[in-house]
């Protein structure tokens, strides 16, 4: 099967911009997740969805993060406007209910200059 | 606090030596348990679980992983690292239930040396 895809695999904006990362998880997934890694710190989690409803979305930073997942299928976060804190990696993660265990995507690198 | 320490930042190993990579969690309860691992330019991959039962956990590549409970750690370990092994290695908790978000620890790389 594929696996988690997500675009672009690198990014580099000006601060200011926005920017819109997307993640097309593993078909069937119903659970879709994405995380964050800021330079030095840990892998933290930003939000979960359930299908297309956004069942945690507490570790979302502040209202500059808009989160969505059109139909259940494919998710994107949109940062805007971007600020040099927002650079890190971005992980997309998805799973099934019942199948405990997430498979992740490679990432996408954000640099916000 | 829910947190995991994985007390090393970076670890060189030679080649065919053994290996260990520390990991401390603080949890309310025992939570569920994960290696991850991230080849350079590749995704978090899953080396091992932990949920319940035997507390020597085996994982794939050869790896391994006892849950201490006294002693709230998860220690990956490989009797024979192999030059491939380098990457950095993630450890990860969450809430006993699935699909609950995961907290990692700050992660460990690992070097090999011929």
């Known amino acids: 099967e594929a696996g988690v895809t997500q675009f672009p695999s690198h990014s580099v904006i000006e601060k200011g911009q926005t920017v819109t990362l997307r993640c097309d998880p593993i078909?069937?997934?119903?659970?879709l997740y994405w995380y964050r890694r800021v330079m030095g710190k840990e892998i933290k989690f930003l939000l979960h969805?359930?299908?297309?409803?956004?069942?945690?979305e507490s570790g979302m930073p502040n209202n500059r993060f808009l989160a969505e997942r059109t139909g259940g299928t494919y998710s994107t976060l949109k940062v805007q406007p971007a600020e040099l804190e927002d650079s890190g990696v971005y992980f997309c993660?998805?799973?099934?209910?019942?199948?405990?265990?997430?498979?992740f995507g490679s990432g996408t690198r954000l640099t916000v200059v | 606090a829910q947190s995991v320490t994985q007390p090393d930042i970076h670890i060189t190993v030679s080649e065919g030596a053994s290996l260990e990579l520390r990991c401390n969690y603080s949890?309310?309860?025992?939570?569920?348990l994960f290696w991850y691992v991230q080849s350079p330019g590749q995704g978090l991959q899953l080396l091992l679980k932990?949920?319940?039962?035997?507390?020597l956990v085996q994982g794939i590549k050869g790896f391994e992983a006892e849950f201490k409970r006294s002693q709230s750690s998860f220690n990956l370990r490989k009797p024979s690292v192999h030059w491939s092994d380098a990457a950095e290695y993630f450890c990860?908790?969450?809430?006993?239930?699935?699909?609950?978000?995961?907290?990692f620890g700050k992660g460990t790389t690992l070097s090999v040396s011929s």
């Open positions: 969805f359930v299908k297309e409803s956004k069942q945690d």
């Open positions: 949890y309310g309860a025992t939570p569920y």
């Open positions: 932990y949920f319940s039962g035997d507390t």
């Open positions: 990860a908790v969450s809430r006993r239930q699935a699909g609950t978000a995961l907290i």
């Open positions: 993660a998805s799973s099934q209910v019942v199948n405990y265990g997430y498979t």
């Open positions: 078909s069937g997934h119903d659970n």
